[in-house]
């Protein structure tokens, strides 16, 4: 039996290194041995397959979670997953959280001095469509401190999760905003030196998304690995 | 067409808010087949503190080494009860524990044949990509044909053996940073 494709490893410069000093963090957490490398077998062409059997009418309204509406700028946020490939990744599950728009989560660990809001949790998830496509209604985050250097600052973002069709598709990453002075200071966005690659991390605004005197869309596209042409190894 | 795959960053340290919904600490139901096991240990960093905000997503095949996925065609029974899915949190200590079967032996490439094992992700604040190891059973005969394993240096492999204690319980531990006892992590 012929081995199946693996997928394709990453381009340079476009994903992170363990150690990034900058991002203090890193330096106690980052593998200091060579990792091995880790010809793709039937344990990573396959994963989890969880989907729209797990989720909720209304599980991707983060402003319709409490009794009243949260404080803060609505938003629409809508978007493509594909692979390298450019195919769209139909039925797969995204996760997200995010703080409140004051910059504070709803998180027994953030002690930032912002006040919580009772009517915002701050998580949602949804399964992409036929085409790839996700949509979230939310309100835009707030920026907030934290302490990994002085007068440190995150710029606002929403985090994602996402699983694609094998281990090896697995995403966990961060959505931000266009025009955010944040961003040249902050050593999370600036993780890899391709410089498209961070842009692409930002999300555009989309005046089609947009709902008349209701919310601002935005539109972010999501890329997970592809899988090779050929198996590398017969 | 080709596209660049999204940059990877870290799940920061309020991950559980977004994540814990979605928590499997047993990843067995009652009809599950195999052999419970049960895996416990601790996330270390590299001054030798616990890690209180990790988490750990498994993936594996079920006790006849079938996988519940579409790529897995092998002429092996499926198991309704058993997904192969969990995700773990850490506590305020580092210290996680979950519940599964042991697997049964995989294909690997080329014609080899896999030991059981568990494919672990390690996620955490501090992890800008998340790490990729994996769960070996120690004493298990099919460990010395494992592709795998051969690849790591043999005095590493250790790293990746859950060890039975007195009560069966298999000890396992992810140590990030280290001289001497680093786990082992592979570049998927």
Redesign the interface.
């Known amino acids: 039996m012929n081995d199946k494709p693996g997928y394709r490893r990453p381009q340079a410069g476009t994903q992170p290194d363990y150690l990034h000093p900058a991002y203090k963090s890193t330096n106690t957490r980052s593998p200091s041995k060579p990792l091995v490398f880790l010809p793709h077998s039937l344990s990573e062409i396959t994963g989890p397959t969880i989907g729209a059997e797990s989720l909720h009418e209304g599980d991707n309204d983060l402003t319709a979670q409490h009794a009243g509406e949260p404080q803060g700028e609505r938003i629409i946020i809508h978007g493509r997953v594909l692979d390298e490939n450019g195919l769209p990744v139909p039925g797969i599950l995204v996760e997200i959280w995010q703080a409140n728009a004051a910059g504070r989560y709803n998180h027994d660990r953030d002690l930032h001095d912002a006040p919580l809001d009772p009517n915002f949790t701050g998580t949602g998830r949804t399964v992409t469509d036929a085409d790839g496509w996700y949509q979230f209604q939310t309100i835009r985050p707030g920026a907030y401190p934290w302490g990994n250097h002085d007068n440190a600052w995150r710029p606002a973002h929403i985090h994602f999760s996402l699983f694609g069709p094998s281990v090896l598709t697995r995403l966990v990453t961060q959505m931000y905003f266009p025009g955010d002075p944040l961003l040249a200071y902050d050593p999370i966005y600036n993780c890899v030196p391709d410089t498209r690659a961070k842009e692409r991390l930002i999300a555009s605004f989309d005046l089609d998304k947009t709902i008349p005197s209701y919310a601002l869309g935005y539109r972010w596209d999501i890329v997970l690995r592809g899988r090779d042409a050929t198996p590398m190894e017969k | 067409?080709?596209?660049?795959?999204?940059?990877?960053?870290?799940?920061?340290?309020?991950?559980?808010?977004?994540?814990t919904?979605?928590n499997r600490e047993d990843l067995t139901q009652a009809e599950t087949l195999g052999q419970r096991v049960a895996i416990t240990g601790q996330v270390v960093?590299?001054?030798g503190?616990f890690?209180n905000?990790a988490m750990l997503?498994i993936?594996q095949?079920n006790a006849a080494g079938k996988?519940?996925?579409?790529?897995?065609d092998q002429a092996k029974a499926l198991d309704p009860s058993f997904?192969?899915?969990g995700r773990v949190p850490v506590d305020a200590e580092g210290r996680f524990r979950f519940t599964t079967i042991k697997p049964g032996t995989?294909?690997?490439?080329?014609?080899a044949t896999?030991a059981p094992?568990l494919?672990v992700?390690v996620?955490?604040?501090?992890?800008?990509?998340?790490?990729?190891t994996?769960i070996y059973f120690d004493g298990e005969p099919a460990n010395a044909a494992d592709?795998?394993l051969a690849?790591?240096p043999a005095e590493?492999r250790s790293t990746l053996l859950a060890k039975a204690d007195a009560d069966g319980t298999y000890q396992w531990n992810v140590i990030?940073?280290?001289?001497e006892a680093?786990?082992?992590?592979?570049?998927?």
């Open positions: 067409m080709t596209l660049t795959a999204t940059t990877s960053h870290t799940v920061g340290p309020y991950y559980h808010i977004g994540l919904w979605l960093d590299g001054n503190d890690v905000d997503e993936w095949a996988y519940d996925h579409p790529e897995d997904q192969g899915f995989v294909p690997g490439l080329k014609g896999q094992h494919v992700l996620f955490a604040r501090g992890l800008v990509k998340h790490l990729l994996r592709p795998l690849c790591v590493r990030l940073q280290g001289t680093e786990t082992v992590f592979f570049d998927y």
